[in-house]
């Protein structure tokens, strides 16, 4: 079955990087666009990141361009999410989506918290 697993959120504090993982198994990963998402306490689900199928396109929200960087490896059927410079705006928990037409999987998230 189709499984988006994501791995590496944890408590970290202001300036501090992270990279998330979100391996997938159960589809053609190599022909899905992916996606970050992410939600906070009180606030509805936002795009992060995407990147193309091929990886050769991206776009990032405004709040995170310049310290986030998304990125795939269609052999090991993963995409990341490299993230620096964490603000403590960047709480939330991060979801991992795949997207191809009018078909789109979930991941069950992973939890990013900035210490105050």
């Known amino acids: 079955q189709v499984q988006l697993v994501e791995s590496g959120g944890g408590l970290v504090q202001a300036g501090d990087s992270l990279r998330l993982s979100c391996a997938a198994s159960?589809?053609?990963?190599?022909?899905?666009?992916m996606s970050w998402y992410r939600q906070a306490p009180g606030k509805e689900r936002e795009l992060v990141a995407r990147i193309t199928s091929a990886g050769s396109n991206t776009n990032y929200a405004d709040s995170v361009k310049g310290r986030f960087t998304i990125s795939r490896d269609n052999a090991k059927n993963t995409v990341y999410l490299q993230m620096n410079s964490l603000k403590p705006e960047d709480t939330a928990v991060y979801y991992c989506?795949?997207?191809?037409?009018?078909?789109?999987?979930w991941g069950q998230g992973t939890q990013v918290t900035l210490s105050s």
């Open positions: 989506n795949a997207k191809m037409s009018w078909t789109e999987y």
């Open positions: 159960g589809f053609t990963f190599s022909t899905y666009a």
